[in-house]
C-alpha cells in the first residue's frame, strides 16, 4: 500500500477528524480512501454517460422521446 503524506486546509481537517471522532470512520486514511472509492465510482458513472452521449451525438437523430432515451438508458445500465 502507498503512503501519501497531504495537507489539509483546516475546515476540511476538522471535518476529516470530526467523522473519525463520530466513529463513521477508524481513521482519516480510511475516510481518505473511501472519499477515492467513491470518486472513482462517481468517474466510471461519468465515463458512462459521455460514451452514451458520444454515440447518440454520432447515430444521429431519433423519433424517441426523452422518457424513452432515459429509460433505455437506464436499463442498458443497470443490466
Do not use: C, H
Not at 463513521?24 to 480510511?30: D, F, I, Q
Request: positive net charge; proline residues 1%.
Amino acid at each position: 500500500m502507498g503512503r501519501q503524506s497531504i495537507s489539509f486546509t483546516e475546515p476540511n481537517d476538522e471535518w476529516l477528524k470530526a467523522q473519525v471522532d463520530k466513529k463513521e470512520y477508524s481513521s482519516k486514511s480510511e475516510l481518505i480512501n473511501d472519499l477515492v472509492r467513491q470518486a472513482r465510482g462517481q468517474q466510471r458513472q461519468i465515463d458512462w454517460v459521455a460514451a452514451k452521449l458520444e454515440k447518440a451525438e454520432k447515430s444521429g437523430f431519433t423519433t424517441k422521446s426523452g422518457a424513452e432515451i432515459l429509460a433505455e438508458s437506464k436499463a442498458s445500465y443497470n443490466g
